[in-house]
């Protein structure tokens, strides 16, 4: 994981407080351990459509009406040239709602919910924002250290060289 200057003070305090006593190694598993319940859970980033078509209810795709039928149609297109879902963008996550809003989405919907969460590790936990909670999702920023779009995500595992890095910080 890339990380700015202020990001690697960050680690270097959780470091000192947390971890004072731990080699590099040490250190670096216990930030990629999986955060403790409940408040470790996180928007995923990427679902590929393969993983969401499995959550799909049957009964309720053949229930759709012309227009959700049609809107669905049209963003399977889009979303699978884009590499898949990005479910922390919450715009994406309500057109899955609106697609299967109503009683013809009881099924579906939750099992989409579930499928755009997961636990966060320690070390991502550090640089999210949000509360972790199942209501509230954290979300992992970006820095421009990578430029690109969307710069470097702040998911991921945190390296033995970030840990040394933070830890020769002045």
Known sequence: MQLTGSQLDTLKTWLTSNAGGLNDEAAAALLNAAGAAPNNVAWRRGVPLA??????????????????????????????????????????????????????????????????????TVGEKLFATGTGSDANPMTFGTNATGGGLFGVSLEGLITTANISEARNRP
């Open 51 to 120: 993983e969401v078509s499995t959550k799909i209810n049957g009964t309720e795709l053949a229930g759709l009406t012309t227009g959700n039928h049609t809107r669905l149609q049209t963003v399977v297109v889009l979303i699978n040239s884009a590499g898949g879902v990005r479910p922390e963008l919450a715009d994406q996550r309500s057109f899955w709602d609106d697609i299967f809003s109503g009683a013809g989405g009881a099924i579906t919907r939750p099992a989409l919910l579930a499928l755009w969460k997961r636990t966060a």
